[in-house]
């Protein structure tokens, strides 16, 4: 990250500095806190008006010739060279395309829900059946497809602290506090009252932190965890970390605000660093939270 990246994101996070000092947080704890924010885009629907056009819900499925055909739903197209610039920390190819799929629905802890496609600029594609997802045609999932938003993506560079406050006790049930934050809890409390104000919601994240309805521990580890276990019973390609910190939060879609009938559902795409660097997004996991 660089110099002016943290200035501008400290700046942006004043306000909520002084709510939490404000509420009793110490400045020391609250310093650490906010240590630990993250650039992320936030990308929101709109024909007008907001940050510029960066890609699309829905549209023509583009894909290259030797791509299989996804076994998800289509979800966005993002073009990475639209991005502004540093919105996230990421190291995402600067330009190209990524395609993102997904079913928004929870699975058995082996199967990864989701996708991610890129491909590079220059590369010859060919518009493919958007429902080959679902040979079979069932009726339920394609009135859940036929429900995804359509339409233009604009981004906004925006700052994201942590929604989770805890971790899990390992060899025990339960959890604790984030290691070297006693106060994580109050100042997740203070940051869901402060977002709006500092950095608004919308449908889809790129980088940052994970959220979802009912946030208590990071989303990202327990995709992680969900990763891991799916590559132990063949499921899914290794090798996968089990090690949180070897992975990253690529993209969130909070999926209720857009499909009715899977309100609180959220999809989170995590990939492992070396993965990414390597731009190896066939290697991204998707997990999902819902709640019907």
């Not at 190291?91 to 991610?116: I, K, R």
């Not at 104000?197 to 989303?219: F, M, R």
């Amino acid at each position: 990250m660089t110099s002016g990246m943290a200035s501008e994101m400290r700046n942006r996070l004043r306000p909520f500095r002084d709510e939490a000092i404000a509420r009793g947080v110490p400045a020391d704890d609250v310093e650490r806190w906010t240590a630990v924010a993250r650039p992320c885009a936030t990308l929101t629907r709109g024909e007008s008006g907001g940050g510029p056009v960066v890609g699309r819900f829905g549209g023509p499925l583009l894909l290259p010739a030797a791509t299989p055909d996804p076994e998800h739903p289509f979800v966005a197209s993002i073009d990475l060279a639209a991005l502004p610039a540093d919105a996230t920390d990421l190291p995402l190819p600067p330009d190209g395309h990524l395609l993102l799929f997904a079913f928004p629905e929870t699975a058995d802890d082996y199967e990864s829900m989701g996708s991610a496609v890129y491909v590079p600029v220059g590369t010859a594609v060919v518009e493919r059946d958007s429902h080959a997802w679902n040979p079979y045609d069932f009726d339920d999932y394609e009135a859940m497809f036929e429900a995804f938003p359509l339409g233009p993506l604009r981004a906004t560079a925006d700052v994201s602290l942590p929604y989770h406050h805890a971790v899990p006790t390992p060899g025990k049930p339960g959890s604790g506090p984030l290691p070297g934050h006693p106060r994580a809890e109050e100042l997740v409390v203070v940051w869901d009252r402060a977002r709006d104000a500092i950095a608004p919601e919308g449908s889809l994240q790129i980088g940052g932190y994970a959220d979802e309805e009912a946030v208590h521990t990071d989303p990202v580890a327990g995709a992680v965890s969900r990763a891991a276990r799916a590559v132990a019973a063949g499921r899914w390609d290794g090798p996968a970390s089990d090690d949180a910190e070897d992975w990253v939060l690529l993209a969130d879609w909070q999926a209720g605000m857009d499909v009715q009938g899977w309100e609180s559902s959220t999809v989170h795409w995590v990939i492992q660093r070396t993965d990414l660097v390597a731009r190896r997004f066939d290697r991204t996991f998707t997990e999902v939270f819902w709640n019907p």
